[in-house]
Structures are given as C-alpha cells and as structure tokens.
C-alpha cells in the first residue's frame, strides 16, 4: 500500500516553502540597493540589475538552508561576486563587441556583391554543419555556452558531468570549427 503525504504534511510543506519566499524577499529589500551598487562597480550598471535578480534567484535555488541571518550579507556578495566574473569571463570569451550583426536589412545585397554575399552564405552553411557533425555532448556544450549563455558549472550540473569535462568538450569544439572556418575562408 502506498502511503500519500497527509494534507497537515503538504500543508506544513507550504508554510516552509512560503515562509522561505518571504525571508529571501526581506532580504532582498534589505540588501537589493548596495548589492545594485556593488555589482556596478564591477559589470556595466544595465547588467548589474539583472546579476542582482540572478543572486536573490540562486538564494532561493539553494532553498531549504536555515536562515542564513549572521552570513546573509555576505552569501549574497559571495554569490554576487561570482556571477559578475562569470558575466565577464563570457562577454570576454564570446567578444560580442567584434561580432557581425546578423540582421538582413544590414548584411543585404545594399552592403555585399553577390560574389561576397555568396561566400558568406556558403561558409555560413560550412559552419552549421560542422557544428551538426560534433560529437552529441560536444555540440550539446557548445550550443549551451555560446547561445544560452550559461557557465561551464552550469553546463556541468544540467549535463550531470564535471565542469573539467565540459571545459574539454568546449576546448575541443573550438579547435574543430576553428579547423573548418579557416579552411572555408
């Protein structure tokens, strides 16, 4: 006979659910302005807002902790601390600032000749295919850093590997579609 959870257990399960909603939200008040400041200080302040919501994001993940009270302030800033470097780390690898954009109306035929926008179109079709032909955890990797943003931890914990493995599928990505983009151009 399988034994249900009585309703005073789930009932009780919310309260504790609730009542940990509520203190991260009293935190959250507590700390969201000098948190904001701090993170400012080391990403752009438009990315600073959103490092904030991922921090109050990641107390409340951890969930089911006893009140963290005396080492609050410092978890959030801990927290904090590493997802800035972690945004900086991607924006770095990922240098967004030297990509091409992607939009139709600026990369149309207005801009290239039709042997240029023949070639691009060609390599562009080069590269899918060398990321389709990468190994399934490899590709798998690569498309969650590159296009979901997350960091090698995060990889590594939705894949069940080590973040050491999945820095070496990511390495060895790299080293393929780099081959194949050089030899294409």
């Known amino acids: 006979m399988v034994e249900t959870p009585s309703t005073e257990q789930h009932d009780d399960e919310s309260a504790q659910a609730q009542s940990q909603r509520d203190y991260v939200a009293q935190l959250f008040s507590r700390h969201r302005e000098s948190l904001h400041r701090y993170l400012a200080r080391l990403v752009r302040f438009d990315d600073a807002a959103e490092l904030v919501q ?107 590997l080590s973040t050491r493995t999945v820095a070496r599928k990511m390495a060895e990505a790299l080293e393929r579609l780099g081959t194949v983009v050089k030899a294409a151009i």
């Open 54 to 160: 991922e921090t109050y994001y990641r107390l409340l993940r951890h969930g089911g902790t006893v009140r963290l009270e005396a080492m609050a302030r410092a978890f959030l800033f801990h927290t904090a601390t590493n997802l800035a470097r972690d945004h900086r780390r991607r924006r770095l690898t990922h240098r967004a600032d030297q990509h091409m954009p992607l939009d139709t109306q600026e990369i149309g035929q207005d801009h290239l000749g039709p042997d240029e926008q023949l070639a691009g179109e060609q390599t562009l079709s080069v590269i899918e295919s060398a990321i389709a032909a990468l190994p399934s955890d490899t590709r798998t990797v690569f498309l969650l850093h590159r296009f979901r943003d997350l960091s090698y931890p995060q990889i590594a914990e939705m894949m069940n």
